[in-house]
């Protein structure tokens, strides 16, 4: 850990593993990706899931999921429900789009989808709310953190606890080299002693001082001391930037979006009548029709502010959390941008990268360029491999990648 107040403390890996594979193949956990946001800074026209992603095939990201998903269901005979939250404005694509492709083989019953709710739009300038079309007023989804309630109402944390289902693997639908379970990181949520199993989160060390992600800190909470999350926007520039004696930054831990949550949890938060995640404040870009000229307008530059629940918020409403550091180059490639950092380009170097990582440290050879980076791409199927051991015990591995080679395993 590298919280002072706990401390640093050594800490059982392989127990953790062990205690998570056994409540996967007890069919105790479930997968849950928040897919409702409008993915406005890609500008792909359709639900970001359904984007070209994978490094080679052009896979889209809800396939990478599946496949990870059915990798474990497989691997220990069970299976493993996979929740899905839209919105209103890309549901029925979303849920097409799984019917045209089979449900890349999952078994339709075990993929639910479900809706979030809406907040009307603002225009910058005015405050007043903008109109998508006469008579109707402009809305966007609610957040992500519009998942805690959206989990509860639509009937989606019923059928887990129907299923058994305790814990669920919470994840963002932009980032492809996501382990939509980690036993490790199940393992730490539902059974270490400083966990309440109730909400947890990974972290990452954020790559610059202005990183734009949440950073994990300490803060009390009516006279408790809670962990909890900041996001960049509400973080003052001094902040983001204060140094430790050391040099080490401050206020180091980015979360990178990946939370296991307990369904008891859930639901107990969601049904108090006092519950409510505070709205932050987006501003974005909103289609709207002009109220003098009655003109549709496809505003080029942000002008509109959302309001947004952030998933996060909930994480002070837990006991105790475990916040579980992880590497940037072994989970998170995402998908945000439609060019320059966390776009396609740098997400495939990313997928290509891993899948070089762990063919390496299972001894393949992998030619790389002057600068380090990988002379070649690589695609895993995570039908092949979840993980790097899955890579090291892989019978038919390749001995070695050949310069400029473009490789799907
Ligand atoms: P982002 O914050 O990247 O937002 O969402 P976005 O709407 O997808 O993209 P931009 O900002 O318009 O470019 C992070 C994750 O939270 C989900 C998104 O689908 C993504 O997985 N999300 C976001 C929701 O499920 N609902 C929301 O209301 C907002």
Redesign the pocket.
Known sequence: SRDPEVGVRAWDRDAMKRAGERLIAEGKIGCFT?????????GYDGP?GCYPTGAVTDKPLFQIFAEGILAHSRRHGVSIPWYI?T?PLNHEATVAFFHEHDHFGMNPDDVMFFM?GTMPSMDKATGRILLSGKGTIAT?????G??IKALSVSGATADMKQRGIEHISYW???NPNIHVLDPVFIGLHATAKDSSGEMSGKMLAKAEPKEKVGVFCRSKVNCEPRTMVVEYSDLPDELAEATNADGSLKFLSGSP?MHMLGVAFIDTVASDPAFALPYHRAV?KVAHVDLESGEKVEPSEPNAVKL?RFVFDAIPMAAKSIILETDRFEEFAPV?NKEGVDSIVTSKQMQTERAARWLEAAGTAVPRNADGTPDCVIEISPLTAVCAEDVAAWADRPAAITAGETVVL
């Not at 966007?140 to 992500?144: A, I, Q, S, V, Y």
Request: hydrophobic share 25%.
């Open positions: 928040v897919a409702g946001g409008q993915g406005s800074r890609l970001k939250m919105s979030q966007n989804p609610d957040g992500h519009g998942a963002q639908v932009d979006a974005k947004e945000k």
